[in-house]
């Protein structure tokens, strides 16, 4: 069962809106709740668990940087069109099935001019969708912003309350610390697990965890009896980074579940960049004619490969990841039609032998720069 909040007489606090100090009312515990249960819409045979916790969530999941972003994505701009493509995006994901959505406090924060808490835009689609399909269940991981200033574990209950609020939910079904702290981290494990045992969250995880970090917070947490979920790292057939740095072999290890952001390479794994057709704003200058003129050869048998079953590149390159096992994908998704092309990626399987054959040609690519917290 998910349980479903309306928060009444609560304004709930931006990302942009915390100072240094952290300093805001803790009036959630003020507000009016009305509770609504929900059955699973979905087989749970198309399901997996994440890591060791009992949670379980759709084997692809929905990544919603994008929702309300104007620094990064959408051409520096949010309007009507852009937020209808991005309901579109969230309709079509949940009619297929698809209903595992990852978001972030510092996702479309008002830091950029003229965004959208994506956090805000997921909860009130959820509400939206629950007033025509009442039965429908969603899991919801959003993510703690590691920021220096925030000390203790009572930092991560304070930032999940507010979290919590802008998506009109009573809980979560995923917390994850976003990247780690250049101190402190300790005590946001431990603020971690807190929110379990208070029952706001159902499991938690850590993002851009080296394998060092990751094996200290999978120890500190089990010392709490709490199974660490997950680690969100970026992954994809050009950026294999979790593989080479004993991150992926560490996951697998410890019964960690890796969930790949960035799984078709911010598009470039689409086929449809070309030198002549570059991606637009910062991508541009990851993804330049040089790098994808050196990318085609994979793309080529990535598409050939996808024509055997009937596939697209997109839905090729997600399968790669989803046919390893333990790796849960999240590629953005800014339209309905993107959702209606990720859900193709299930339901079939990638020969162990093209598997590795993609791999190996992919290995004739130069890895483009990640998230530099990733070395920490």
Known sequence: MVLHVH????????????GPSGSRGRALRRTRV??????????????????????????????????????YWNNFEWDDRKLKDAKGAFDASVDRGIT??????????????????????????????????????????????????????????????????RLGLSTVELYQLHWPGIWGNEGYLDGLADAVESGLVKAVGVSNYSERRLREAHEKLKKR????ASNQVNYSLIYRLPEENGVKAACDE????????????QGALTGKYTPENLPSGPR????????????????????DIGQSYNKTPTQVALNWLISQGNVV??????????AEEFAGALGWRLTEEEMDELRSLASDTKPVIGFPVENL
């Open 254 to 265: 410890l019964g960690i579940t890796l969930i790949a952001y960035s799984p078709i390479a």
């Open 100 to 165: 595992f959505f990852d978001t972030a406090e510092v996702y479309g924060s008002r830091l950029s001019f003229g965004a959208i808490n994506s956090e805000t835009l997921l909860g009130r689609f959820i509400k939206e969708r629950k007033v025509k399909d009442p039965e429908v269940e969603v899991a919801v991981a959003t993510k703690f912003a590691a920021l220096p200033w925030r000390l203790g574990r009572q930092s991560v209950l304070a930032a999940l309350k507010d979290s919590l609020c």
């Open 34 to 71: 009305r509770a609504v249960a929900s059955d699973s819409a979905t087989k749970e045979g198309e399901k997996v668990k994440l890591g060791g916790s009992e949670l379980r969530v759709t084997k692809l999941g929905i990544g919603a940087w994008s929702w309300g972003d104007t620094s």
């Open 284 to 303: 541009r200058r990851i993804y330049t004619p040089e790098f994808l003129t050196k990318l085609r050869p994979l793309l080529n048998r990535i598409t």
């Open 7 to 18: 928060v009444n007489n609560y304004r709930c606090f931006s990302f942009s809106e915390l």
């Open 329 to 338: 994908p999240i590629p953005g998704a800014k339209s309905a039609e993107q």
């Open 225 to 228: 009896n709490i199974p660490l």
